[in-house]
């Protein structure tokens, strides 16, 4: 009897789990739905496009400049590992490959860097600009409670950054690991994804009450909506959109939840898709 109370109760609960994770994702494909559709709208595409532009172009200069030395750089310390350092002098064949290996993981840890830049950019200059626009012709309904200001948005965007260089260089050890680094800057990508573009959705349509609350009643889905723009940015051509595109998902995400917050018509309801 308790046996079969316990598969009940376990059976019910991975229903719940279940309905739950379905929710997420329909909202989460809406909002990049949206998005995409977003980007036919006067003025939106040009703020997706040059973020990255300029991102790309200042880590080209600096990988440029700058690449020898850091080569050096990660073999003199892996270099300081003693028994790296007693392997790379007894092995040409074992040095070459740490060698190798050092350059790819520095070329691959330069995508996430691009990202983070656009992101940066994005998040301080091009989404507000495509907030505007956006909220204009999609969510006139919602009143402007301004719960955000430009410097806050600034702050946020710094500070999210900041934290996740801290994560990628206290990460980078197991950058060494082939696949492990991609899966920590998937995961790293998309934490900052969350907390820089989930203050800058908000920021003129929440109040200071609902801005914090709605994050965090969201948490998971944001995180979700996080991981996919994340992908987004290892996909060549794509990951030059990938940051706007992502603040704008970020938007349609959260104003969409901030209406039914406050009882408008959503998007199964009287707003157009």
Do not use: Q, W
């Given at each position: 009897m308790r046996r079969a109370t316990i598969r009940r109760v376990g059976r019910a609960?991975?229903?719940?789990?279940?309905?739950?994770?379905?929710?997420?994702?329909?909202?989460?494909?809406?909002?990049?739905?949206?998005?995409?559709?977003?980007?036919?709208?006067r003025g939106v595409l040009w703020h997706l496009i040059w973020p990255s532009l300029a991102a790309a172009l200042v880590w080209l200069v600096l990988g440029i400049v700058f690449w020898q030395p850091m080569v050096d750089g990660v073999m003199g310390w892996i270099g300081s590992w003693d028994w790296a350092a007693q392997h790379m002098n007894t092995s040409e064949l074992?040095?070459?490959?740490?060698?190798?290996?050092?350059?790819?993981?520095?070329?691959?840890?330069?995508?996430?860097?691009?990202?983070?830049?656009?992101?940066?950019?994005?998040?301080?200059?091009?989404?507000?600009?495509?907030?505007?626009?956006?909220?204009?012709?999609?969510?006139?309904?919602?009143?402007?409670?301004?719960?955000?200001?430009?410097?806050?948005s600034a702050i946020n965007a710094v500070v999210a950054v900041l934290l996740f260089l801290v994560g990628i260089v206290v990460s980078l050890p197991f950058w060494l690991i082939p696949g492990v680094g991609l899966v920590v800057s998937i995961l790293l990508t998309a934490w900052m994804n969350k907390k820089a573009f989930g203050y800058d959705a908000l920021m003129l349509h929440g109040d200071r009450e609902e801005m914090p609350r709605l994050r965090k009643r969201y948490s998971a889905g944001l995180l979700g909506l996080g991981v996919g723009c994340a992908l987004l940015a290892y996909v060549p051509v794509l990951n030059l959109f990938?940051?706007?595109?992502?603040?704008?998902?970020?938007?349609?995400?959260?104003?969409?939840?901030?209406?039914?917050?406050?009882?408008?018509p959503t998007m199964n309801g009287a707003m157009p898709a």
């Open positions: 609960h991975a229903t719940i789990i279940e309905k739950v994770i379905n929710v997420v994702m329909k909202d989460i494909l809406r909002a990049y739905a949206r998005a995409v559709k977003s980007l036919t709208e074992g040095a070459a490959a740490v060698l190798v290996l050092v350059k790819i993981t520095l070329a691959v840890l330069f995508l996430p860097m691009v990202y983070v830049t656009a992101a940066l950019v994005v998040a301080v200059v091009a989404l507000p600009m495509m907030l505007e626009k956006v909220a204009v012709t999609r969510y006139s309904d919602l009143e402007m409670r301004k719960g955000g200001t430009v410097t806050g990938a940051p706007a595109f992502c603040g704008l998902a970020y938007v349609h995400y959260l104003l969409e939840a901030l209406r039914r917050e406050r009882g408008g």
